[in-house]
Nanobody
Framework: QVQLVESGGGLVQAGGSLRLSCAAS????????MAWFRQAPGKEREFVAA????????YYADSVKGRFTISRDNAKNTVYLQMNSLKPEDTAVYYC????????????????WGQGTQVTVSS
């Protein structure tokens, strides 16, 4: 069992930066692939970024490629999402997710989820 708690969301102006953190409980964090998804009002939850358990493989949605960076610190049981050059369309609730096994961008393959953290980008 893995419990996930996100933090770091907030209000930022367009062009600004935020770093989200996701703290995980459990002794086997280092064996889990981790991902970030987001959900804007009235829209479906969508993939943002994912990272393998070693950190050696990452995936990004085209909409965030070159602006967002996912990373992890297995010693701290934490995964991060560095978000730069933020745009109003990045406004959403951001969710951290985990799965045992290979990294994937597919939402339905993740079986552990955090409660989400709100990111609001003003124009």
């Amino acid at each position: 069992q893995v419990q996930l708690v996100e933090s770091g969301g907030g209000l930022v102006q367009a062009g600004g930066s935020l770093r989200l953190s996701c703290a995980a409980s459990g002794r086997t964090f280092s064996s889990y692939a981790m991902a970030w998804f987001r959900q804007a009002p009235g829209k479906e939850r969508e993939f943002v970024a994912a990272i393998s358990w070693t950190g050696g493989t990452t995936y990004y949605a085209d909409s965030v490629k070159g602006r967002f960076t996912i990373s992890r610190d297995n010693a701290k049981n934490t995964v991060y999402l560095q978000m730069n050059s933020l745009k109003p369309e990045d406004t959403a609730v951001y969710y951290c997710a985990a799965r045992a096994g290979l990294v994937t961008p597919r939402l339905y393959e993740y079986n552990y989820w955090g409660q989400g953290t709100q990111v609001t980008v003003s124009s």
